[in-house]
C-alpha cells in the first residue's frame, strides 16, 4: 500500500498513538488502514462412501485436486460462503453442513473453515476455476496431488472419523511458512 | 474508496471480467480491491463458578460490558488472537482455549470466535480499551447492560450448558440488520 484509498495522498507505515503494531497511516486525512486476515469457506461433500473433488485451473496449485472453498465475501455468513463456493466451483448442491475443520494458516494470514456436508445429488459439474470435478473413494484419493496440506488434513480426518462415525471439529494452526506445507506430487 | 492504495488512480465500482459481484477497480493499473469479512477473536474466561467481562471503555457501546474480544491480527492464530485480546483488555491469562460460539454477524461482515477458556488466576486488571474488569457469577451478570448480542448469547449458552457439563460449539448466523441485534439498557 502506497496510498490513501480514501483521499489519494501517500501513506507512511508506522505505529499510531495507542496501537502496538505498525499500520499504513494517511499523511494528508490520517485515516489509519488496517490488514487483517481472510476467510476461506469450504465443504467436503459426501456422497455415499465417495467425497467430491475439484481439480483445480486457476494458480496456486493449478491441475491439483481440492475441496470446492473460497474467499468468503462480505454480507453473507461462513455456511452460505461454503455452499456458495461449492456451487459455483463444482455446480453441485449440499446440505446438512457441519464445522469440520478450522485452520490458521498463519504465514498468509488466512482462517479455513471446511464443512463436511451431505451432497444432494450427482448433478454436478465443474465450476469456472475448475477443469474437472469427481467422487473419489477412499482407495482412490489422489493423494500427491492435492493442492494444499488443509485439503489432505481435512480428507485424513474424514477417512480416520469415518470408522468411528464420530467427526468432531479439528482445530488446526499451521504456522510453518507458506509454501513449506504443500505437498509437492 | 475513492483511489488505488497502489498507484493512487481513481477507481471504478464495477463486476471485473469473469466475476459476479462490483469491486472497486483501478482505472489507472486495473488492480482490483476485494473487501472481505474481519475475524473477532475472544475468549469466555471461566473462575470457578464465575466468568470474567470487561466494561468497554471505547465505541461503540461505550460503558457496555462485555467479553476481552477483537479485531484477528495478520500473522497470529485464531486462538492467539483471542488470547492476546483478553491479555490487552483485561491483563488476563487464559488456558484451555476450545471453540465456544462461532457467529457470523451478516449485516457487518464480520465472524465471531469465542473460546471458552479457563482463567488462570485473579491478577487481571483494566487494559486500555477497558474501565473495569469484575469476575462475575450467574446471578450477577449485568444482562441488561451487555454490549452487543454475541456476548449475551455466549453467556446464555455458558449457564445453560454448565448444567449438563456439556459445551458443544454454538455456530449463529446473525441477519438481521447492524443495530436491531444490540439488546437496548
Given amino acids: 500500500m502506497k496510498y490513501c484509498n480514501l483521499c489519494g495522498s501517500t501513506v507512511r507505515f ?10 499504513h497511516i494517511c499523511n494528508h486525512c490520517g485515516e ?5 486476515p481472510k476467510i476461506i469457506a ?5 456422497y455415499e462412501d465417495k467425497v467430491l473433488l475439484c481439480k483445480r485451473d486457476i494458480e496456486p496449485r493449478i491441475g491439483f485436486w481440492t475441496l470446492p472453498a473460497g474467499y468468503m465475501e462480505n454480507s453473507e ?6 455452499c456458495r463456493e461449492t456451487l459455483e466451483e463444482a455446480n453441485a448442491r449440499v446440505s446438512n453442513l457441519q464445522l469440520y475443520t478450522l485452520t490458521s494458516i498463519v504465514p498468509v494470514s488466512q482462517v479455513q473453515m471446511l464443512y463436511l ?7 454436478f459439474s465443474a465450476g469456472d476455476e475448475t477443469t474437472d470435478v469427481q ?3 477412499e482407495a482412490d ?9 488443509t485439503i489432505k488434513n481435512a480428507l485424513t480426518f474424514y477417512f480416520h472419523d469415518r470408522k468411528t462415525g464420530h467427526f468432531p471439529l479439528h482445530h488446526v494452526d499451521l504456522t510453518i511458512p507458506a509454501g513449506q506445507y504443500v505437498e509437492k506430487p
Fill in 135 to 137: 467422487l473419489f473413494s
Fill in 77 to 82: 455468513s461462513t455456511r452460505d460462503a461454503a
Fill in 32 to 36: 489509519i488502514h488496517y490488514s487483517n
Fill in 42 to 46: 469450504g465443504c467436503l461433500p459426501v
Fill in 141 to 149: 484419493i489422489p493423494w500427491d496431488d492435492l493442492a494444499f496440506q
Fill in 14 to 23: 508506522e505505529i499510531p498513538s495507542g496501537d502496538n503494531r505498525p499500520r
Fill in 117 to 123: 456436508a451431505q451432497l444432494d445429488d450427482l448433478n
